[in-house]
């Protein structure tokens, strides 16, 4: 398995960051920068991840099984996450979660018929002073209410009619 | 070890070394802290939080597994809070564990049982639904049941650090974690079992043994494996004159906590449909039943007209039979029949070791050495297929010790993994590619040698002096031979030059090779061994065997006896670092007779006085007549192993090289006898091809 030269420049450098015997740490981000190209996690990423590592294939799968960031299905061009831990639980994200469901006609993990959204119910991300957060692709959105949400939405909707 | 620390635990003042873990401090002295996920020997885990203790100053209870111990340090195991919290954590690990034990494989021998007995609360506040998930089949011999898992990850730990496979990993999070196989939904890894016998509950079970019966129903019977030459202890459980599981749980062998895939689940050639239970005569080129009476009569009349008149016999001993066997069927033999044409297959040149290291002293190494050696030099084996204790011995002293390990092998192994260099040297060529490894060696203080059969003739006396130019003073050697009694075979001289002890005979024997090339054989007597599947005879000789199964050499017989195997008879056998031990009866098989009874009975029906066949009355023969024999009784009473040292004098004999041919078993091969295992031949997916990079 290959990627692009740019990526591959990208692993390469991301690799030699760590010494020798300790190579293991780039599991993470390498799996999050080729599930970018690639879409997904799939099997032959983790094999590929696992050989360029030197660990076990079933070793790749722990990480990937246990962190929602990576997915082993393909999720939609825009992935929308909303976070329901404890600190945006406070600020109601239960509830903006549910609204998030009914708007997207969406459940946990699932991507729009026509591949543009993709919705997921996070763990903590992170930004627990603006919750409750909402987290699309890599972009971060503060204080995120039922409204503030909808616009978050059509935004996204519109750039496919562009 | 460094210092020693004082510490207080439960009122009791104590000192330990600095280093050692409170859990294992607390166990020196007598005190049990409870645990799941720690296991002596591994990497350290703290997931079951079982083993809390309270320690002065310290503001929350410590896991005992990971804490070493203090100056100073006050500790309390049986306070308030700790008993709390054990009941606790066992309410926990109860939320979702099925409460199945009355058909679980585990009840009766289960720890988290034995714990929930001991320090478990008597009711749960749960009340809501458990987790379920269906049972899941991994491999013909591994199954997984989720529900029972606790996570303690000792599966997980055993196959990475023990076996350096890694084919078991813990995916998802949270109440969704679950063990995982290495591809999806299969294992494909050594299949060893190694995970099922570690595992504390019932979450791994075997599929030889799973549902068959409970613990206490069977009679345990320690034994040691009859597969490869490492001389495994085999704990058998034997229900109904049934053997339903191997294992070594109580870790009481030279083997700790190993077994592969032989030594645990390929008992069950023993009751293969295949096996012999008739004696069988060729009667118009048809093997026929018949009696043992009419069989014995057939095969001592025989060789007595053939002795009577001169005639030429020839003897192939066998390399899984017990050191008695072998001792008497020489004796009878050569004072019987008075022939040295005896020989067996051979797989490794210890001769010619035994020759090069005359004279010294503790020159050859016990399993033990393979843990403790400082620097191993392995050449010309693949290790992990071919000698699977000594490659987990090899590992586990890399592990805890960070030996210096090298490797000299034709292609990659597993070892190489470990190894500080690792040379490619094709078979044969192994001892002109030491030279590389000379700067390196050259700094170690110790040497362990293990050398596989490529190595034979003039290469194992370069080895040794390559190994003596080192300069390095402690060394030590282990010459790799294949099966389960192949050094005893070699040390009970089933040799035509050799007798009993390495001790010359007046004129030498045809070897086997010279024997399947006579064409003047007139009688052809093959004990355990299937020489025909490797050579053509060039003669029409009478030929009698004794066997398990109908081999390639049993179907050209004109006389069949059936065979009993190592789990059926009592004796010794000698394992590849020359540990003998002593075989325990598991179970018998109707119809067929230990090699030894058999032996015995041919010399009564030829009127020959061969001496008592009981396999301690033969070892006391052997005790005095083989060189290194001498052993203390009570060690291998108590079912332990005691080295034996043949090592003193030369033995004045030209080496053969070409007669040792290793037969290069893998984990799921083991010459004729691997085949008639179901099991063994079940997983069998890519036998050697299995984890090269």
Redesign the interface.
């Known amino acids: 398995m290959t990627f692009s030269p740019q990526l591959e420049a990208k692993l390469e450098k991301l690799i030699n960051s760590y010494p020798a015997g300790r190579r293991k740490s780039a599991l993470i981000p390498m799996l999050m920068f080729t599930q970018d190209e690639v879409g997904s996690v799939t099997?032959e990423l983790v094999n590929e991840v696992a050989k360029r590592i030197g660990?076990?294939?079933?070793?790749v799968?722990?990480v990937v099984?246990?962190y929602s960031m990576l997915h082993k299905k393909p999720m939609g061009k825009y992935h929308v996450q909303v976070c329901t831990n404890i600190s945006c639980l406070l600020w109601d994200a239960d509830k903006l979660y549910e609204h998030a469901c009914h708007k997207l006609g969406l459940g946990h993990k699932e991507v729009s018929p026509d591949g543009l959204i993709s919705l997921e119910e996070v763990e903590c991300m992170g930004a627990c002073s603006w919750a409750p957060a909402v987290q699309v692709n890599y972009d971060f959105h503060h204080h995120v209410t039922a409204e503030k949400f909808d616009e978050i939405i059509e935004a996204l909707k519109k750039t496919k009619t562009q | 070890m460094a210092d020693l620390v004082n510490l207080t635990i439960n009122g009791v003042a104590i000192q330990a070394p600095a280093g050692t873990l409170l859990i294992d401090a607390a166990k020196k002295v007598g005190i049990e802290i409870p645990a799941f996920c720690y296991y002596e020997g591994y990497s350290l885990q703290a997931a079951c939080r079982m083993c809390l203790v309270e320690v002065e100053k310290m503001p929350k209870l410590q896991t005992a597994c990971t804490l070493p111990v203090g100056e100073g340090m006050v500790v309390r195991t049986e306070s308030d809070p700790v008993v709390k919290a054990r009941k606790t954590t066992l309410e926990f690990l109860l939320t979702n564990h099925p409460l199945d034990c009355p058909v679980c494989d585990k009840g009766g021998e289960c720890e988290l049982q034995d714990m929930v007995f001991r320090y478990g609360a008597g009711e749960s506040r749960f009340t809501e639904m458990k987790h379920h998930v269906d049972e899941k089949q991994w491999s013909p011999v591994v199954f997984y049941d989720g529900p029972r898992c606790i996570l303690c990850y000792r599966c997980v730990r055993v196959c990475n650090e023990g076996m350096g496979v890694g084919a078991l990993g813990i995916v998802n999070r949270g109440v969704n974690s679950e063990i995982a196989p290495s591809h999806g939904d299969h294992l494909e890894c050594d299949e060893c079992g190694m995970c099922i016998d570690i595992c504390p509950v019932g979450a791994l079970t075997s599929g030889t043994y799973r549902y068959k019966t409970r613990p206490w129903e069977m009679k345990h019977v320690g034994t040691i494996c009859t597969f490869c030459s490492n001389g495994c202890k085999t704990t058998l459980g034997v229900r109904d004159q049934q053997i339903v599981r191997g294992n070594n749980r109580d870790r009481s062998g030279i083997n700790d906590e190993f077994l592969c895939v032989k030594g645990r689940y390929a008992f069950d050639f023993v009751e293969s449909p295949e096996r012999l239970t008739s004696p069988m005569m060729k009667v118009n080129g048809q093997l026929q039943e018949v009696s043992w009476a009419k069989a014995l009569a057939a095969v001592a009349a025989k060789f007595s007209e053939v002795k009577g008149r001169g005639g030429k016999f020839g003897v192939v001993g066998s390399t899984k039979t017990t050191n008695e066997e072998n001792f008497y069927l020489q004796k009878f033999v050569r004072e019987g029949l008075g022939t040295n044409n005896i020989d067996h297959h051979r797989s490794g040149d210890l001769v010619t070791l035994i020759d090069a290291l005359a004279g010294r002293e503790n020159a050859l190494a016990s399993v033990g050495d393979v843990y403790n050696a400082k620097a191993a030099l392995v050449i010309g084996t693949d290790l992990s297929q071919e000698h699977p204790l000594l490659a987990f011995q090899l590992r586990a002293n890399y592990r805890h010790h960070n030996s210096n390990i090298y490797m000299v092998t034709k292609g990659p192994v597993r070892e190489d993994a470990v190894a500080v260099a690792a040379v490619r040297a094709e078979a044969g060529q192994e001892i002109a590619a030491l030279d590389q490894l000379r700067e390196q060696l050259s700094k170690e203080s110790e040497l362990l040698v293990l050398f596989g059969g490529s190595v034979k003739g003039e290469a194992v006396r370069k080895l040794v002096a390559f190994a003596d130019s080192l300069g390095i003073a402690k060394i030590k050697y282990i010459c790799l031979v294949d099966y389960s009694n192949s050094r005893g075979a070699l040390d009970m001289g089933l040799l035509p030059d050799l007798g009993p002890g390495y001790k010359p005979v007046d004129k030498a024997g045809l070897s086997l090779p010279q024997m399947m090339a006579a064409t003047d054989l007139d009688v052809l007597w093959v004990v355990g061994a299937n020489p025909l599947a490797r050579y053509q005879l060039a003669s029409k000789p009478f030929v009698v065997v004794q066997e398990m199964f109908l081999t390639e050499t049993a179907k050209a017989a004109d006389v069949v006896l059936p065979a009993s195997n190592a789990y059926e008879k009592s004796g010794t056998v000698t394992n590849v670092t020359g540990e003998v031990q002593k075989l325990h009866v598991a179970g018998k098989t109707m119809g067929t007779k230990p090699d030894l009874e058999i032996i015995g009975l041919i010399a009564k029906e030829m009127k020959i006085n061969a001496g008592v066949w009981s396999s301690n009355a033969v070892f006391e023969e052997i005790r005095k007549a083989v060189r290194g024999y001498n052993i203390p009784l009570p060690i291998i009473a108590t079912g332990q192993a005691a080295q034996t040292s043949p090592l003193n004098g030369r033995v004045p004999v030209a080496s053969a090289p070409e007669l040792i041919q290793p037969a290069g078993n893998t984990l799921f091969t083991s010459g004729s006898l691997g085949r008639y295992s179901k099991k063994l031949t079940s997983v069998l997916e890519y036998p050697g091809q299995l984890y090269r990079p």
């Open positions: 099997p660990i076990p294939p079933v070793q799968d722990e099984t246990y």
